[in-house]
């Protein structure tokens, strides 16, 4: 956990299959962003750490979310990360198989 403009951040690993190597996407954090806002979970996001590896013959995009909630800390847990976040691959075409771990 990690501090900053008056909120206690907490970090979250995500890890997405791809059918190609990414290293970022734009549009996927912004949707992920979105969701998170509009389900109340979050009052502020950073994305870092980003990274493309594969595993098993997989391709792997993997990256950190620093998320926290300034009026309502509580709500940053990852059951509701996930419920927030559920269905948030179905637009984008070549990810699959979404894994969120706490940091």
Request: proline share 2%; hydrophobic share 40%.
């Amino acid at each position: 956990m990690c501090t900053s403009c008056n909120a206690a951040f907490t970090i979250f690993s995500v890890e997405i299959v791809t059918k190609e190597p990414v290293s970022t996407n734009t549009e996927l954090y912004k949707e992920m962003a979105r969701r998170l806002f509009q389900n109340k979970v979050i009052s502020n996001l950073h994305v870092g750490n980003n990274k493309a590896y594969t595993i098993n013959d997989r391709q792997i995009f993997g990256f950190d979310l620093h998320l926290a909630n300034a009026n309502n800390p509580l709500t940053v847990t990852l059951a509701n990360i996930e419920k927030a976040l559920s269905g948030v691959l179905d637009d984008f075409e070549d990810y699959d198989e979404l894994k969120i771990e706490l940091n």
